[in-house]
């Protein structure tokens, strides 16, 4: 279920061809309308825009600006999802792959502030089993290395370090249907 609110859609893809075939006609003449289905237009605010890592614009939905990325993930190969991993009809990365992305990500930025720790806290939201979180750290070691530990462990010292940064956190992602006491259960379980 839904724990914070985020603004943004992201969607990975891990194929430089299949990047590229993307580009190619989201940056053509027919925008948006290349990839959805007839009859369902989408509210675009803003043009599209495409570089060596990412396609992005800007969508307005139900009066609310949402932003929408294609990301171009060159780090890792993500896995074919399964038959399991589909949200409202829409392939979605696996356990696995969710895990080892917000592993990556959480060493790209839990020391920006601007963040909110979300990467540390939508992995411990997911709450990975040992075994596949200690899958996803190779995985996501295989293009950080060592870093990838030390980063994590980083992260949860520097919310226990400042005790009120957690609540900051919780704050100013709208989290209201999950305890302090329980996200901070979770954290420290990422650790042990």
């Known amino acids: 279920g839904e724990y914070r609110e985020s603004i943004d859609i992201d969607f990975l893809v891990s194929r430089v061809e299949g990047y590229r075939q993307l ?12 990839i959805t289905r ?15 890592y990412g396609i992005r614009t800007m969508l307005q939905v ?15 190969e993500l896995e074919a999802p399964g ?6 009809g829409v392939a979605t990365l696996t356990a696995l792959d969710m895990a080892t992305g917000k592993l990556l990500a959480n060493s790209d930025r839990w020391r920006d502030d601007a963040v909110m720790s979300r990467d540390l806290i939508d992995l411990a939201m997911m709450a990975p089993p040992k075994a596949l979180l200690k899958r996803a750290m190779a995985k996501a070691q295989g293009a950080y290395g060592d870093s990838v530990a030390a980063d994590l462990a980083g992260a949860v010292e520097d919310l226990r370090a400042r005790p009120h940064r957690l609540d900051q956190c919780m704050q100013a992602t709208a989290m209201t249907t999950v305890s302090k006491a329980a996200l901070w259960a979770r954290i420290k379980a990422l650790v042990r």
């Open 23 to 34: 580009r190619q006609r989201l940056t053509g003449p027919d925008g948006l309308r290349a």
């Open 38 to 52: 007839p009859g369902h237009a989408l509210n675009q605010k803003r043009a599209v825009r495409a570089d060596q």
């Open 62 to 76: 139900d009066g609310a600006d949402i932003k929408f990325e294609i990301v171009l993930e060159g780090r890792i």
């Open 83 to 88: 038959p399991d991993d589909r949200q409202c």
